[in-house]
């Protein structure tokens, strides 16, 4: 028995080595040659340039962008939060000579597959885009990119002369990364005579449409460097004040106006004067709680500003002069005080109109 287990273990351990060594015959012996690892990794693909991802121009000099912004609507101005609402189209043209194609028609090919300009628009805030990231090439090598967007933009507003002020919306396309040394923007101007422009109405409610512009302009960070390539479109716009005239500046005055009625009481009705001036003051109060949600909140004072400060001083001294007028008749002094009325029922209206010039005039 003991010869058996023997015999039957040599016969294992023999079959154990025979199945290692043929193993190592047939694996390939890699250490042998360790310059087919370098070379398997190494894929020749790797070392073959791709021209249409490289900026086509000549040595030393910028590429040539040719582009077009038509603004199509501008839905609102939020003069208080320094921006607009718009919808804008705009269509960017450069040449790529190696992809010329026999064509006849364009082809299709994602941005991501051939160099572009990387176009921006700087001061927006969250944009939708209508188009999907495409370019289309033409059989002469130029690549045009088409994009509708919508969105908000950024725009710093000068509400010194609100609301009688004058302000710029702007659209400012920057090729993001690229300085002017390296792309050039021109503007676009199509077989049709077509290029940059604006709609000739806007479904703004409060501004109209006064002139508009565009131009190559590009983008200085730090006005010590060199700036990066842009173009932009301005479109100057004027407030239409009317709005503000009856919302605002009109029911102040009556506001205004009814602080004065006590000068035309007699001064012994001591209940209705003081009556008529409180609930002047108190009207006056609401009135501006009322209207802070429609002026902009700006830490220099307005023009509509000046006017809502004086006018709520007129009205706080109908207050006081309603009190001493009565002080004063209780002090047996009748006809001063009603001199006093007399002499006011012209000089409010002309303080009045004086308030109205200083604001919106002067």
């Known amino acids: ?7 039957s273990a040599m016969l294992m351990l023999f079959c154990l080595l025979y199945s290692v060594s043929a193993a190592q015959v047939e694996a390939p012996d890699i250490a042998v040659n360790p310059r087919s690892i370098s070379e398997v990794a190494k894929s020749p693909i790797a070392d073959i340039a791709k021209p249409e991802l490289q900026r086509p121009s000549a040595w030393g000099e910028p590429t040539e962008v040719r582009i077009a912004i038509y603004l199509i609507d501008v839905d609102a101005v939020d003069s208080a939060n320094q921006n607009f609402s718009a919808s804008v189209y705009y269509e960017a043209r450069w040449k790529i000579p190696t992809l010329q194609h026999q064509g006849p028609g364009p082809r299709i090919a994602p941005t991501t597959s051939v160099w572009t300009p990387r176009l921006t628009i700087l001061n927006q805030q969250q944009i939708w885009d209508a188009f999907p990231s495409y ?9 045009v990119y088409r994009q509708k967007s919508w969105g908000w933009f950024s725009q710093p507003f000068d509400l010194h002369d609100f609301p009688l002020d004058r302000q710029t919306l702007s659209i400012h396309i920057v ?8 792309v050039t923007m021109t503007p676009l101007i199509q077989s049709q005579g077509r290029d940059s422009g604006v709609h000739e109405k806007f479904s703004l409610p409060d501004f109209k449409v006064n002139s508009w512009n565009a131009e190559s302009r590009a983008y200085f960070p730090f006005q010590s460097q060199a700036g990066t390539a842009g173009f932009i479109l301005e479109v100057n716009l004027e407030r239409l004040h009317g709005f503000y005239i009856w919302k605002l500046i009109l029911p102040l005055c009556f506001i205004v106006a009814m602080s004065w009625v006590p000068r035309w009481i007699d001064p ?14 108190l009207t006056l109060v609401a009135y501006l709680f009322a209207s802070s949600v ?6 220099y004072f307005t023009r ?19 009190v001493v ?8 002094s009748v006809a001063l005080a009603t001199r006093i009325n007399l002499w006011s029922r012209a000089i409010y209206p002309l303080a009045l109109a004086s308030i109205l010039i200083i604001s919106f005039l002067w």
């Open 1 to 7: 028995m003991r010869l058996a287990y023997k015999l």
């Open 135 to 143: 370019v289309e090439i033409y059989p002469d090598g130029e690549v």
């Open 175 to 182: 090729a993001a990364g690229l300085l002017q040394t390296d």
């Open 268 to 281: 012994k009705e001591i209940g209705t004067n003081l009556g008529i001036s409180t609930t002047s003051f």
């Open 294 to 299: 429609l002026l902009p909140r700006v830490a």
């Open 304 to 322: 509509i500003d000046l006017f809502i400060l004086l006018s709520t001083l007129m009205v706080f001294l109908g207050l006081v002069h309603t």
């Open 325 to 332: 007028t009565t002080s004063m008749y209780g002090r047996n």
